[in-house]
Each structure stands twice: as C-alpha cells, then as structure tokens.
C-alpha cells in the first residue's frame, strides 16, 4: 500500500519558533510537494522539489523553506513561524516524466495542522 | 492564476445528480480531479488529457474540453460516500514539470 506520512497531524507552535514539517514517501517518486490549505482558497503550491537538492518555488513561497537531502523525504521549514501561517499543510508525491502522455497521479499525506500563537 | 470551479457548494439528496465545473485561463494538458472526504487527506479520482477526452468511474465521470479550457465532474445518482470537496488540479500545456495548479475547490454534501 503506497504511503506519504507526515511527521504530526497537529502542531502548535509560538510566533517567531523555526518549526520543521517532515514528509516521507515509500513510492520512490522523484517529485515531491508541499501544499497549504485554507478555507476558499483550495491546494496553493508553497514549494516543489523533482529531485534530491532540487527544488523550485511554487506560488506562495515567502516565509517557507525547504530541503530534500535524500529522495523519499522532504522537508518544509518556517523559519521564524507567524500567526498567518497557521494552516493546513500538506505534502504530496508524483512520478516524474518528461514524455508526455504521463502517469503524474499525486499521492497526498494526511496533512499537519499547523497552529502559531 | 488558479482555475476557477463552479459551484462552490452543492448541497444534494442521496440519487440526485451533481455538475462541477473547472475552468482555466491558460491553455491546458491535463486535468485532475481529487476528492478529499472530511479530515483525510485528497484522493485522486482521474486524469483527463489534451484531446477532448470524457472518462467514467463507477457513476463518476469526466469530460475535457481543450478547447475551452474546462472540464467538468459528473456524478449521478449521488451516494453519502460522494460528500467531500472536489479539486480539479490543472496542468497546463506550456512547462513539463508535472506541476499542477488546483482549483479552490467544491464542497459537495449528500444528504439522506
């Protein structure tokens, strides 16, 4: 059973703390996603990585970084956590191809609620 | 620059029949639909790519036109399980990174 696992389902953390949101998958994809949720707004695309040490900012990038140091992990880092960060995060996995047409099904963790006070 | 789903909200009776509606600006490759029941993380439901393609799955299908750039989520004859928020994930025809940029999502309840 293919599986992205997320360090914690729920965090709270103070404003101005580094917190770290892990994200592991067993499917040994090259692409891997880091997501926030809100209400109205759907899936925004924070970063993207389609191989280790590559990444590539998505659309909501400022505040967040990342790093992925081996293939099937991928990390998202607040480095210094604000109230307007509180959120859903989560991350997600693809196949990587450049021949079109492709298999690039996105396989999503079950998410961290991020809460900063 | 994120696809824009109509309607936001459907509320239904179990048998009834639902649309939701995907629409880009930009010219696409593909598109996904995703459901995400309450508090799991989304699932992928299908894919439909460039060629105007319309897919089935079990009493939920899917059609695509490229040409409009949308794409629209049929499900008929509704089941409680269908409850969730529907995102068409959208992949557009220029760049091959496999990226997708997702809609805002639709709210879909059945009820009894």
């Known amino acids: 059973d293919v599986k992205v696992t997320q360090s914690s389902r729920y965090l709270v953390k103070r404003t101005g703390e580094k917190v770290f949101l892990e994200c592991v998958q067993d499917?040994?994809?090259?692409?891997m996603f880091w997501y926030r949720q809100d209400p109205g707004l759907g899936l925004r695309l924070i970063y993207f990585?389609?191989?280790?040490?590559?990444?590539e900012k998505g659309d909501i990038p400022e505040g967040y970084s990342v790093s992925r140091e081996k293939k099937e992990r991928f990390s998202l880092i607040l480095e210094s956590a604000s109230t307007n960060q509180t959120s859903m995060y989560l991350c997600?996995?693809?196949?990587?191809?450049?021949?079109?047409?492709?298999?690039?099904?996105?396989?999503f963790g079950p998410g961290t609620r991020l809460t900063v006070l | 620059q994120q696809p824009v789903q109509s309607p936001q909200a459907v509320i239904l009776r179990e048998g009834e029949d639902a649309v939701i509606n995907c629409s880009s600006s930009?010219?696409?490759?593909?598109v996904h639909w995703y459901r995400q029941k309450h508090g799991e993380a989304p699932v992928f439901l299908m894919i439909?790519?460039?060629?105007?393609e319309q897919k089935g799955h079990d009493k939920i299908s899917a059609s695509f036109n490229e040409k409009k750039q949308q794409s629209s989520l049929y499900l008929t004859a509704s089941q409680l399980s269908y409850s969730g928020t529907y995102f068409c994930?959208?992949?557009?025809?220029?760049?091959?990174?496999?990226?997708?940029?997702f809609g805002q999502g639709t709210t879909l309840q059945v009820k009894p």
């Open positions: 930009k010219a696409l490759y593909s």
């Open positions: 994930g959208t992949e557009p025809l220029s760049g091959n990174t496999g990226k997708l940029i």
């Open positions: 997600a996995s693809s196949l990587f191809s450049l021949v079109r047409p492709r298999n690039n099904e996105q396989f």
């Open positions: 499917m040994d994809h090259e692409n």
């Open positions: 439909l790519l460039k060629g105007g």
């Open positions: 990585s389609y191989d280790v040490k590559m990444k």
